[in-house]
């Protein structure tokens, strides 16, 4: 997916470009980000950190129960009486709670699987925000390409690739 951000000086530019964006048959993705709009920090693109918190949502509902039901496996298979106390069925309890946890763990370490090689051109775009200019977030399909002709006719201050 290809994703260009057009940084414009007045917000009758981004209405503009919005409304000729939003008439062409391509399926894209628009977002205006700027006072009056959507927040910066609410666009998942703009923001790393939402994108780390919903992978790590998204890997916590898969490696909980497995890391559950691998705990409860390996206590079973291996006949291990680490926690005597607990009794067979506790064992393996307590066994798969261990193992949720190290699927807990997991999930955390697969957030910082995020790439974060935009950082300098989100902190540019983040600047550009907080001065009071208007940003729209073009998003295209897979194997789309972003209407270039169409986002210079509002002659943007910045067009930002990520």
Known sequence: MATAVVVLHQHQ???????RLAE????????????GEEAFDQVDVLNPQRQQQR?????AFWLL?????AG?????????????????WGNRCIGG???LGAGLLGSFAARSGVDSSNDDRLRQLRNRSEEGFW????????GQDIP???????RPQMVVTL
């Open 24 to 35: 062409l048959p391509l399926p894209l993705r628009l977002q205006a980000v700027g006072p």
């Open 55 to 59: 992978l790590q949502k998204v890997m």
């Open 97 to 99: 709670l261990l193992g």
């Open 72 to 88: 409860v496996t390996f206590t079973f298979m291996t006949n291990l009486d680490t926690f005597a106390f607990a009794g067979v």
């Open 13 to 19: 530019d981004l209405k503009t470009l919005h409304r």
């Open 135 to 142: 940003l729209l977030v073009v998003e295209s399909a897979m």
């Open 65 to 69: 129960p497995f890391g559950f039901f």
């Open 148 to 154: 270039w002709k169409e986002l210079q006719r509002v």
